[in-house]
């Protein structure tokens, strides 16, 4: 009886709820309106910004497919990106942190875009820039139709290029279906999928 009675008086053990997540990502291909979201979620959710760069210095030479500048603007990708990631996550601020871009989209880019060579020292890098780096709580992907994402791009030129010179279809079209070629560590991640439709 003792027992069943101090049994009765003990205390429901209090039962946690699910976390918000704290870090989270939007991706999707270019001109799908992955800036427009954060912007809209970043007011929404009081979410501190991590921009993606956008004055990569090589990418004109890139876009001209000179030999050795698809290594060298994605080395400046790749630095530049996991500094700001780093930087962000490292501030102790209420409220979560939201970027308009995914770590393992820069590898993705370098398996399209390297030769074997470039991409074994490539890999090198990757892995020591990283490898500290905790992985979204949550990313949402952004799709669209391919003549959507070609019509909202048709008038985006490469500031960094000479007049007329447009982004590539390769770069516009590439999606996360497109596995790193010498890659072993799948990486998964908690994915909302959103497809967009253009308004009638």
């Known amino acids: 009886m003792a027992h069943e009675s101090s049994s009765a008086k003990r205390a429901p053990i209090p039962q946690r709820g699910p ?20 912007k809209i979620l970043a007011e929404r959710l009081h979410a501190r ?22 290594l060298r603007a994605q080395m400046y990708f790749l630095m530049e990106r996991q500094k700001r990631v780093r930087e962000a996550l ?4 209420p409220g979560p942190v939201l970027s308009d ?6 590898r993705i880019f370098a398996n399209l875009n390297l030769n074997d060579e470039e991409l074994k020292l490539y890999e090198r890098y990757y892995e020591a820039m990283t490898a500290d780096i905790p ?15 070609i019509s909202s791009s048709a008038a985006k030129t490469c500031s960094n290029c000479s007049a007329g010179c447009k982004i590539p279809s390769r770069a516009r079209n590439t999606s996360f279906r497109s596995a790193p070629r010498n ?14 439709r253009p308004i009638e």
């Open 19 to 38: 976390q918000a997540p704290r870090f989270i990502v939007i991706e999707g291909p270019l001109r799908v309106g992955k800036t427009t979201l954060a």
């Open 49 to 70: 910004r991590i921009y993606d760069c956008e004055d990569n210095p090589f990418l004109a030479d890139f876009y001209k497919e000179k030999p050795g500048s698809a």
């Open 90 to 93: 490292a501030v102790e601020a």
């Open 101 to 106: 871009f995914l770590m393992e989209k820069d």
């Open 135 to 149: 992985p979204p709580d949550l990313v949402i992907y952004l799709q669209a139709k391919p003549e959507v994402l």
């Open 183 to 196: 890659s072993c560590n799948p990486v998964l991640l908690p994915v909302v999928v959103f497809f967009l």
